[in-house]
């Protein structure tokens, strides 16, 4: 499986962005297709993930209310679309998938993912 993201780029605080990951290689419905990002100098985090069927979804607290995931599987891509954007959301984000087999309940953890596109670059200015 390949990801390929895009969609990153500078926006003011209160502004949206809507990031697009775009994957090749066959996915089932229990994949998981996720979104984490990583802040200059912090470990990489959570933001998001659903089932590629679209029957789970869970989010961060940080995000919770503001990100929305989403999936179009006749183009095989997986959306993050970013509300309210706060500097503090400043980060490489990164689109990963999952080898199909991961519990619901460790979808949060990075470890579980195998598969990650390159990663794309989102400024948030004050």
């Known amino acids: 499986v390949q990801l390929q993201a895009s969609g990153g780029g500078l926006v003011q605080a209160g502004g949206s962005l809507r990031l697009s990951c775009t994957t090749s290689?066959?996915?089932?419905?229990?994949?998981?297709m996720g979104w984490f990002r990583q802040a200059p100098g912090k470990e990489r985090e959570f933001v998001a993930t659903?089932?590629?069927?679209?029957?789970?979804?869970t989010y961060a607290d940080s995000v919770k209310g503001r990100f929305t995931i989403s999936r179009d599987n006749t183009k095989n891509t997986v959306y993050l679309l970013m509300n309210s954007l706060k500097p503090d959301d400043t980060a490489v984000y990164y689109c990963?998938?999952?080898?199909?087999?991961?519990?619901?309940?460790?979808?949060?953890?990075?470890?579980?993912?195998?598969?990650w596109g390159q990663g794309t670059l989102v400024t948030v200015s004050s």
């Open positions: 990963a998938v999952d080898s199909g087999t991961t519990i619901w309940s460790e979808a949060k953890n990075s470890r579980r993912y195998e598969y």
């Open positions: 290689g066959r996915t089932t419905s229990r994949h998981l």
């Open positions: 659903m089932r590629r069927s679209g029957g789970s979804i």
